[in-house]
């Protein structure tokens, strides 16, 4: 079911510290992507994720920063991102429904300062699994929703709400539903918060229905997968589908299995934002190449004095 | 016959080693369960708080664990080697530390 590629073949390192990796909405069109120069059809978007608004630890001791350093680090950028989307794990759980209701008001707060007017959510297990995701809907709105913007498809999954980290039958065919009008060549973006593959059932870093979701965007010829929930870049491809993982913008974790635990990598007191950062996504003209480019917490200096370099 | 049979898988059953293993926030006790090559086992597995998981994703195991029942998991360790098990329901902050390793000697 799965083919693995190493993150080394499709990489080319940026001044700064930003990363571009280039892929085709089908996996294979990277040839047609241009080196600069957009165009009027061109657009991009944002991803951030796991910004566990309210955590306290010795794996981020400057945690209460984070959040609005990715905010300004956005809104520095020298374009305007057409929208953002945050992928879960906004709020670090608590057992405290008025603790959890009022992480979810400062988070809201917080990235009102964004200066991008259109912006979509969530929720991680952090937001949802101990109320089956009562607090995030009374705060932010629907678990699992689409949308269309400029040609493209987007699909929203909730796997989280169920404990269990299922998608359940009703959003399987929901999602089947709402894919259905569209034709085979259409481009669709999903957004989910855990992997829905098995990336590290170990790690608790899959979906348990995962499968049935990518048996079904299968037949959709143009499909690429951003979650969250891991910490760290990953990029993996299930048949033509491509999954890509987030940084997180409060500690990195391990690489997969690469450790006994997956216990958070140890704060560094000289790189307090390493590992940290968010990630831009252009979209070309054809609708059908998505170009990523990671933006590194570590570089917020950089973006400060506007010494930033994009991959577009 | 089918009476004859019934009794002998009943005392073939109660020979199994039954290994009580408990749930809670955040931690399974034990946490190491030691077993045998070719001595089956049945784990007992009970919540002594609220809903949890327990998961052998190298042995296919995928069980929930509720307040107030026990969940039986019978393995029949049949090679020496070590097996992670997690809790695979998100029970709150510590989850992500709850977990344990089954370890079959020879």
């Not at chain 1, 991102?81 to 809201?108: C, I, N, S, Y």
Request: hydrophobic letters at 40%.
């Amino acid at each position: 079911m799965t083919e693995s590629r190493g993150r080394r073949e499709f990489m080319q390192l940026l001044g700064l510290g930003g990363v571009v990796f280039a892929s085709g909405l089908a996996g294979s069109c990277t040839n047609i992507l241009r080196k600069g120069g957009a165009q009027e059809d061109d657009f991009f978007f944002v991803q951030l994720s796991d910004s566990h608004w309210g955590f306290k630890g010795p794996p981020n001791p400057e945690a209460a920063n984070t959040l609005r350093q990715a905010v300004a680090a956005v809104n520095a950028l020298p374009a305007t991102p057409d929208f953002v989307v945050f992928t879960g794990d906004l709020t670090h759980t608590t057992d405290d429904e008025a603790e959890r209701r009022k992480r979810m008001r400062e988070f809201k707060a917080i990235v009102a300062d964004l200066k991008v007017p259109l912006q979509y959510y969530m929720p991680g297990e952090h937001d949802a699994s101990l109320d089956q995701g009562k607090a995030y809907q009374e705060n932010f709105g629907a678990t699992h929703y689409s949308f269309d913007h400029k040609g493209i498809h987007f699909a929203v999954l909730d796997n989280v709400s169920d404990p269990a980290a299922a998608l359940g039958d009703d959003q399987i065919d929901w999602l089947l539903a709402d894919l259905k009008p569209l034709r085979p060549e259409a481009p669709i973006v999903v957004f989910t918060h855990r992997p829905l593959f098995d990336l590290a059932p170990a790690w608790d870093w899959a979906t348990k229905d995962g499968s049935k979701a990518i048996d079904l965007l299968q037949h959709w010829k143009n499909v690429t997968v951003f979650y969250g929930h891991i910490h760290q870049e990953h990029h993996f491809k299930t048949g033509e589908i491509a999954h890509h993982a987030a940084t997180s913008l409060v500690f990195p974790l391990p690489a997969p299995m690469s450790k006994p635990k997956r216990a958070p990598v140890p704060w560094d007191p000289a790189h307090p934002r390493r590992g940290l950062g968010f990630r831009e996504i252009s979209v070309d003209e054809s609708r059908l190449v998505l170009k990523l480019k990671q933006d590194s917490l570590e570089n917020l200096a950089a973006v400060q004095t506007g010494a930033y370099e994009t991959g577009f | 016959m089918r009476w004859m049979f019934a009794l002998l898988l009943a005392a073939a059953v109660s020979k199994e080693n039954v290994i009580q293993v408990t749930a809670e926030r955040f931690k399974f006790t034990p946490a190491v369960i030691q077993l045998k090559v070719g001595e089956p086992v049945v784990l007992e597995l009970t919540s002594l708080d609220r809903k949890h998981g327990f998961q052998v994703p190298d042995l296919k195991i995928d069980e929930t664990i509720e307040p107030g029942k026990v969940t039986r998991v019978r393995i029949v360790p049949d090679k020496a080697a070590t097996y992670d098990f997690h809790c695979s329901v998100f029970c709150g902050s510590g989850h992500e530390e709850m977990a344990g390793q089954i370890v079959v000697s020879p």
